[in-house]
């Protein structure tokens, strides 16, 4: 994620966080947003890629 967008993330949890009178529900979205990563791996993101450009590559003809 690009930096401006992980400081916008940051101060959005931080306004939840810090809400008078939050909800439950936004208190465990402030939670989980709070807590978050990305498992991805490009390995299992290249076949997809390959089979779309392949899709496109038919399109095209």
Known sequence: MKPQYKLAMKMFVSALKNKKNATEKEKEAAE???????????????????????KDNEKAV
């Open 32 to 54: 989980i947003m709070s807590s978050s990563y990305d498992i991805s791996d490009v390995k299992y993101i290249e076949p997809i890629v390959e089979y779309l450009g392949e």
